[in-house]
């Protein structure tokens, strides 16, 4: 470990490379080629003539590992690596080895452990998760355990043994404040399916307990309130109410955020299905995903249905999209309408819009229908 104090104590910046493993600190700037061994390692080629051989492995949901994990991946590392682990932007893990026997020796010890490797080429490159329930006090659904349970129903796209038209990035979110963000070419982000109730017996609790203060504040149950859906009203008794305008809410959460005496209805909480996010600039440029589906029910512990329209979705790309075609560029090239029609989804005012202007915006469904 350099000694860093006297930059520390100027303020210079960190020199980073002198963290590096010296394969990679020895060829910054000069690697020149790279070529794919399978779909879950690939060979970086130096104009020193050194190779590297990275190996992609998939992540536990939220990218959450316990150090004794973490020791068994070191391990493997320091036996058969340059001593180098890598954890990405999009929820992979990356071993180095500097040669495609070691490499592959990496691959057959993460596997042991009960890792998959893969997620190149033409494959699900990822699936990240927010962390919900983990550490959230938003969260709507589990969207870690709704990740695992997709990586155990399609790691055969992660691994290759199963190909795909080109990349597949799916991102999890527990709420629609969608931490995972919108720009996977599936996005599926939990929430409550309807306006929340309250227990009038409780409310008070996060009310001004005198009317009065009506005229000087607003209650914080109602600042949050993203569209005005809560009123606060004097009542006969000199305390407060409220009042919640299901036409307007958008079933966000906000409220229940600031109050544990909102009530939402545990049986209605779902997701919303979206498609052809993506931050990259090729084919048609970055792209937000677009809602498909505003509603799929959650269904505990294997998520059924969610399961079976993430895999109509990819079934229905893999045996239409052009070589290469990301799921966003089919999507458009098609039609949305066309989509949902091909999947039988029925059209309603929540998923009408087309494709070209946001539809983001989650509203409640069930009660008022199509
Ligand atoms: S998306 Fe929602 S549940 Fe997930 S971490 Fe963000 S706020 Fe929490
Ligand atoms: S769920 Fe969101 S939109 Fe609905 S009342 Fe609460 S804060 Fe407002």
Known sequence: MPDLSERMKKKLPIPYTDFLPVQIGDNVGKWVDRRFHGHGIVEHISSSGDHIFTVKVGS???VRFST?????FNKIED???IGSLRFTRSGNVELIADSLDKAEKLKDEVEKIGFYVGG?????WSISSCTAYLTCTTAVIDSPSLTKVLYDNFYRYFTGEEELPTKLKISVGGCPTSCGGLVADLVLVGHYGDAPSYDPERIGLCLPRKAEALDVAVPEIVNVCPVGAIDAFKKDD???????KREKCIACGRCKDVCDHIIFDPDKSGVAIMVGGKSS???SGPELARVLIPWVPV??????EI????????DIWKKNASDGERLGDYVRRIGLSNLQEAMHIPVTKWNRTGFGKSTFGIRQFQERGA
């Open 60 to 62: 536990p949901a939220n």
């Open 68 to 72: 004794d994990t973490l020791r068994k």
């Open 79 to 81: 036996e058969y690596g």
């Open 120 to 124: 190149w080429g033409n494959t699900l």
């Open 238 to 244: 000199n305390t407060v109410g409220i009042n919640i």
């Open 281 to 283: 600039n090729t084919g």
């Open 299 to 304: 269904t505990l512990p294997a998520y059924g």
């Open 307 to 314: 399961v079976a329209v993430v895999r109509k979705i990819i």
